[in-house]
């Protein structure tokens, strides 16, 4: 049985005021509700429990982001799984999300046997997770996607330490910081990208560079560049730091495929939900 947040909990409640309920101590409202709690069959506890989780749930989610668009919950549960705090199967969808300094397009997130302790829910609180979950996880990124992350502070800190050597017609070659200012990335054919920016001497002037790069796996969390190409002024320049430069996509997160095509970044994998 699927449950939506169509049915109001308030019906189960005496019909009072609002003003009035207001001035009802919290201990006595709580006695009131246990009470209340108590005389209601099973299929209403369960019809209650099922309007008032959906929007529990979306406030919850909507803590652990920056930003989340058409966000969109639904469960899956029997009355007797849900009198139970037993979820057997969640279903979150949200478009324009930010997490964590990514973000992308689309989310969908599948998860299941989810325990939730309600004790706090039925008191007017929120939920809490019992134990972690493992949801499947797919993302779909745009360009727009990908250059806010390339702005982050989240990666722009992965290049604080990096230096890049570049050569010079006048002398020995320099040394500066792989600092990029105003970065716009692309999707080019046959799964690769290409990103224009421009690098940031300590001193002297700033150098246009374009950086064109496959994206691969290097573990579940981590995507590596792939046979990077780095010019400036049609000029090729040493790519080794490069090579060495990693995207994290964070602890809780394990990718199986990665996929680029049709202007989209495709991502599947397992993410973990913590309490």
Known sequence: MQYYSSVNAIEFLPQ??????????????????????????????????????TPLLKTWVMQQVTKADNLDIKLQATDQELLGGLIPQINVTADNVVYQGIQAHSVNLVGRMVQLDLSQALRGGGVKLKSPVQADLAITMTESDLNYYLTSPQFQKQLANLRLSVPSFAGPASSIPLALNQPQLSFLEQGRVQVA?????????ALPVQITTGLDLLNSNTLKLNNPELKSSGQLLPTELLQNLKINLGQDTQVKSLDIRKGLMQLSGIFTIRP
Do not use: D, H, N, Y
Request: with cysteine.
């Open 16 to 53: 009072m005021p609002c003003s009035a309920m207001r001035k009802i101590p919290v201990w006595m409202l709580t006695i009131l509700l246990s009470l209340l709690w108590s005389s209601l069959a099973p299929s209403a506890k369960a019809q209650w429990l099922g309007s008032l989780l």
């Open 197 to 205: 920016a421009t690098l940031m001497p300590e001193q002297g002037p």
